[in-house]
Structures are given as structure tokens and as C-alpha cells.
């Protein structure tokens, strides 16, 4: 199985920004892609961005412009950098990965999730 470990949330004023961090371990045989989602209390886990291991990233329109994703390929880590908070972006958000944990058998993977919270 993959284990992921997030890291990074915390509070923030409206304008500011945050990064976060998941790194992935265990057995992992290959990582078809990573990503973050979030859920905000009463709301389904919308997806954020996710960066494949071809490197093509995918944007939720309400994020483009202000986050960035990005990957260490060497250690296995997906970033978020989130910039120009804004109240709305405030949810807990969860890492994932699409990877193989042997030759033929692969799974999605969660965090355990990390909260943001934008407020003044």
C-alpha cells in the first residue's frame, strides 16, 4: 500500500498564501499521478489540481491563475502553492495518489487531510 503524509495548512488572511506538501511512501510500484483535492463543511471533495507523471497538470477553474502544483519526481512529493487566498478556498484538503503498490494492481490513496482556513 502508499501511505501519504500532508503538511502545510493552517490559517491565513484573506491575500496570502500557503503551501502544502504530501509525500508518499510504502509500495510504491509506480505513480500514474498525484493531486489535491478539498472539502469545505456541507460540500462534496471537489478536485483542486493534479500533475501526472507525463508532467500535464489539470486546474479547477477557481483555483487557475492563484495555485500552482508541482512534484518531486525523486521523492515522491506533491506540492500546492496557493497564492491570493480568498475565503472561499478555506475546506480541508486532501492528498491523493493514483498509483501501482505492485506490477498489476493499483488504487487511489488519501491523506488524512490538512485545513485551510482563509480569514481575517
Known amino acids: 500500500q502508499i501511505h501519504l503524509v500532508e503538511s502545510g495548512g493552517g490559517l491565513v488572511q484573506p491575500g496570502g498564501s500557503l503551501r502544502l506538501s504530501c509525500a508518499a511512501s510504502g509500495s510504491i510500484f509506480s505513480i500514474v499521478a498525484m493531486g489535491w483535492f478539498r472539502q469545505a463543511p456541507g460540500k462534496t471533495r471537489d478536485l483542486v489540481a493534479t500533475?501526472?507523471?507525463?508532467?500535464?497538470?489539470n486546474y479547477a477553474d477557481s483555483v487557475k491563475g492563484r495555485f500552482t502544483i508541482s512534484r518531486d519526481y525523486a521523492k515522491n512529493t506533491v506540492y500546492l502553492q496557493m497564492n491570493s487566498l480568498k475565503p472561499e478556498d478555506t475546506a480541508v484538503y486532501y492528498c491523493n495518489v493514483r498509483g501501482y503498490y505492485s506490477a498489476t494492481s493499483w488504487d487511489d490513496f488519501w491523506g488524512q487531510g490538512t485545513q485551510v482556513t482563509v480569514s481575517s
Open positions: 500533475i501526472t507523471s507525463g508532467h500535464s497538470t
